[in-house]
C-alpha cells in the first residue's frame, strides 16, 4: 500500500499536474519507478485512468467561486460596454469566432470593425459564458479595467498611421486582446496563482507582459488556474483554485477533465475567449490543458521566454508559452514574448529578431523529415491516423522503442527549487504589504480558513515543508534528471537519425522538461467519448521553429480542430 500511494502521488506530480487520462506514461504496459532510492515495478490500467479522468462534478467539493462573484467581476467593465449591443456582437462573430490573427487583423485593416469593437466581442462573449449560467466555464478570474481605453489607443494610433504598411500587422499582436495565466503579474489587475493567501497581490509587469505591451497587444486579464499551478492540494481537480472556483472543460463540462495546471489558458482559447492566451508549464501544464482542450500549445525551450515575475514551482524548469487555436498564432505569440531577460537565470543572448517563427511558415514542408513514432502508440487509432497525414505530406515515419530512462527524485526537485524559489518571488516581485514568504508561512495562512482556503488540503505543500533534501543533493538531482532526458530523446534522435519526437498528449512531458527541450502540442482528433486528444511534437534545444513548421503542415493537412458546441 505505501508503494502504490507513493505512485500515485508520483502520477499526481508528474506533469504538474497531468490530466487524468494521460497521467502515466505507459498506460497498457509495467514500469519501474524509483521511489526512496527504490526500483519499484508498477503497472496501469488504461480504462481505470479513463475512468478517472470522466468523474461527475457531483464529486467535487467546490464549483462556482466563493470569492469572486458575476457581478463584481464586471463593475468595472460593464459601465464601458453599454454601446456594444447583441446586434453588433452578431454582426463581428462570423469574422472572428475561429479566424486566426492575420484575419482578424485583415479584417479590421480593412475597416470591417475596430481594436475596440474586438475587445468588446471577447469581454461580451466572457461575461454572457464564463460565470453563473448552464454553459459556465469559470476560466477566467478577473478582466482589465483599462483595457477598452487601450483597444481604443490602439485604434488611434493605427488611424494616425494611415497610409502605412497594414500588412506588417498581419502576423504581430498589436492590438489582440491576450488572457494571461494568473500566476503572471500585471500591474492593471491582482496575481494570485489562485491562492486566497494571494488574492491582494498588486505587482508590476512581469518581463514578457512588457513584450506583450512593447508590440502592442492588450491583456483582456487574468485565466483561471490549477491552484499554484497544481503544486498545493494534491487530491484538488485539474483546473480549481480557491479563488476561481472550478474551471471546466467546454467539450464536456460535466465529464471531461480539463487538464492543469493552466487550465483557465486552455479554456479561454477553445471557447474563443481571447486572440490568445498564455500559459506556464513546469512539467505538461501547457501541453496538458492545451491537448485536453483541441487548441495548440508550446512549452519553450528553458530560458527563451523570461520567468521573472511569474509565481513559480521551479527555477530549473519552469517557463511560459502561448495556448491558442492555430499553430500560426501560436508563432505570432511567441514572437512577442521571447528575448533575454538578464534578471532570469536560465535566460541567454537571442540572436533573431521578432518575426523569425512566422518567417516563411506558410512555406514549409515534410519532405524527407524523419519522426520518431513509440511504438506503443501504435494502438491508439486517432495517432496512426495523424501518422498517415504526415505520411501523405512527405514525412518518414520511423517506429521507436521507448528508452529505459528513469526521471529519479523528480518531485523532490520540485519541492526544493519552490522551498527556495517562492520566497524569491515574494521579496522580488510579490506585493510589498504581504507579509508572506515562505511554503510554510502560507500553509499556516490556510489554517486560519480552511473551508474557504483549502477545501482539498494542502498535502504537496507539506511535501515541500517535509523534505529534508539540502542544496547538494537538490544539485545532484538536478544533473541526474537533465542528462536523462536528454538521453531520452537523443539516443533516438541519433541512433535513428531522426528529426522529431511524437508523443500524445502530454505523455512525454516530464522527459521533455528536464531535458529542458521545446515540445508543441497540436489538436490530432477526438475519441468516441469526444476527449480531445493532441499530436505532441519534441525537438532539441531552440527547435521551436522547426515544431511550428512542422505542426503547421500536420494542421493545414488534417483539419483536426472542432470547436465546442454551444459556444457560438
Not at 521511489?35 to 464549483?63: G, M, P, Q, Y
Not at 462573430?93 to 466581442?121: C, H, R, W
Not at 496538458?288 to 483541441?294: D, E, G, L, R, T
Not at 506558410?362 to 501518422?387: C, H, I, Q, T, W
Request: aromatic share 10%; proline share 4%; with cysteine.
Amino acid at each position: 500500500m505505501r508503494y502504490t500511494f507513493f505512485f500515485l502521488v508520483f502520477l499526481l506530480i508528474f506533469s504538474c499536474k497531468n490530466d487524468k487520462q494521460t497521467t502515466t506514461e505507459t498506460p497498457t504496459e509495467t514500469q519501474k519507478i524509483e521511489i526512496d532510492n527504490t526500483e519499484v515495478e508498477v503497472s496501469s490500467d488504461d480504462d481505470d485512468l479513463e475512468a478517472i479522468s470522466a468523474k461527475d462534478f457531483r464529486e467535487f467539493l467546490v464549483l462556482d467561486s466563493k470569492v469572486i462573484t458575476k457581478a463584481e467581476l464586471w463593475a468595472d467593465v460593464s459601465p464601458q460596454m453599454e454601446d456594444f449591443s447583441d446586434a453588433d456582437y452578431s454582426r463581428i462573430a462570423p469574422m472572428v469566432l475561429e479566424q486566426d490573427i492575420p484575419t482578424i487583423q485583415s479584417n479590421i485593416t480593412d475597416g470591417k470593425f475596430s481594436y475596440e469593437e474586438l475587445t468588446k466581442f471577447y469581454l461580451y462573449r466572457i461575461r454572457k459564458y464564463d460565470r453563473e449560467n448552464d454553459l459556465s466555464l469559470n476560466s477566467v478570474i478577473s478582466v482589465n479595467p483599462n483595457v477598452i481605453k487601450e483597444a481604443r489607443a490602439r485604434d488611434k494610433a493605427l488611424a494616425f498611421n494611415e497610409g502605412a504598411d497594414v500588412d506588417s500587422l498581419a502576423y504581430t499582436v498589436y492590438g489582440m486582446p491576450i488572457l494571461l495565466k494568473d500566476n503572471i503579474n500585471t500591474e492593471d489587475l491582482p496575481t494570485t496563482a489562485g491562492a486566497l493567501a494571494l488574492k491582494d497581490n498588486k505587482t508590476e509587469d512581469a518581463f514578457i507582459v512588457n513584450q506583450l505591451r512593447s508590440k502592442g497587444a492588450l491583456i483582456l486579464g487574468k485565466a483561471n488556474l490549477s491552484e499554484w499551478a497544481y503544486f498545493f492540494c494534491g487530491e484538488c481537480p485539474s483546473g480549481y483554485s480557491a479563488i476561481g472556483g472550478q474551471t471546466l472543460n467546454p467539450y464536456g463540462r460535466r465529464t471531461i477533465d480539463t487538464g492543469g495546471s493552466s487550465s483557465g489558458s486552455g479554456v479561454s482559447a477553445a471557447a474563443n475567449f481571447a486572440a490568445a492566451t498564455i500559459g506556464s508549464e513546469t512539467s505538461g501544464s501547457i501541453l496538458s490543458p492545451a491537448s485536453q482542450n483541441s487548441v495548440v500549445g508550446l512549452k519553450p525551450t528553458i530560458g527563451l521566454v523570461s520567468r521573472s515575475g511569474i509565481v513559480p514551482i521551479s527555477s530549473t524548469l519552469d517557463t511560459a508559452g502561448p495556448i491558442t487555436r492555430t499553430v500560426i498564432d501560436n508563432a505570432i505569440v511567441l514572437d512577442a514574448i521571447f528575448g533575454e531577460d538578464t534578471t532570469d537565470s536560465k535566460a541567454f543572448m537571442v540572436i533573431w529578431e521578432s518575426g523569425f517563427y512566422t518567417k516563411k511558415i506558410k512555406m514549409a514542408s515534410l519532405e524527407g523529415k524523419r519522426f520518431g513514432a513509440p511504438k506503443r502508440f501504435l494502438e491508439d487509432s486517432l495517432f496512426v491516423n495523424a501518422l498517415e497525414v504526415l505520411k501523405q505530406q512527405g514525412a518518414e515515419i520511423v517506429e521507436i522503442e521507448d528508452e529505459r530512462v528513469s526521471l529519479p527524485n523528480f518531485i523532490n526537485l520540485l519541492n526544493l527549487d519552490m522551498r527556495k524559489d517562492l520566497p524569491l518571488y515574494m521579496e522580488n516581485y510579490a506585493d510589498k504589504t504581504i507579509e508572506l514568504r515562505t511554503v510554510a508561512d502560507v500553509m499556516a495562512f490556510n489554517e486560519a480558513d480552511s473551508a474557504l482556503a483549502m477545501p482539498y488540503g494542502q498535502a504537496l505543500f507539506k511535501g515541500i515543508v517535509d523534505d529534508k533534501g539540502d542544496d547538494t543533493f537538490l544539485e545532484r538531482i538536478k544533473d541526474t534528471l537533465k542528462t536523462n532526458g536528454k538521453l531520452y530523446f537523443d539516443t533516438p534522435f541519433d541512433a535513428q537519425k531522426i528529426d522529431g519526437f511524437l508523443s500524445i498528449n502530454n505523455y512525454h512531458a516530464g522527459q521533455a522538461a528536464v531535458a529542458e527541450y521545446p515540445a508543441l502540442t497540436v489538436p490530432m482528433g477526438y475519441t468516441k467519448e469526444g476527449i480531445p486528444k493532441g499530436l505532441t511534437f519534441i525537438g532539441r534545444r531552440l527547435q521551436e521553429k522547426q515544431l511550428l513548421e512542422w505542426a503547421y503542415v500536420y494542421e493545414q493537412a488534417s483539419k483536426m480542430r472542432v470547436p465546442p458546441k454551444g459556444y457560438n
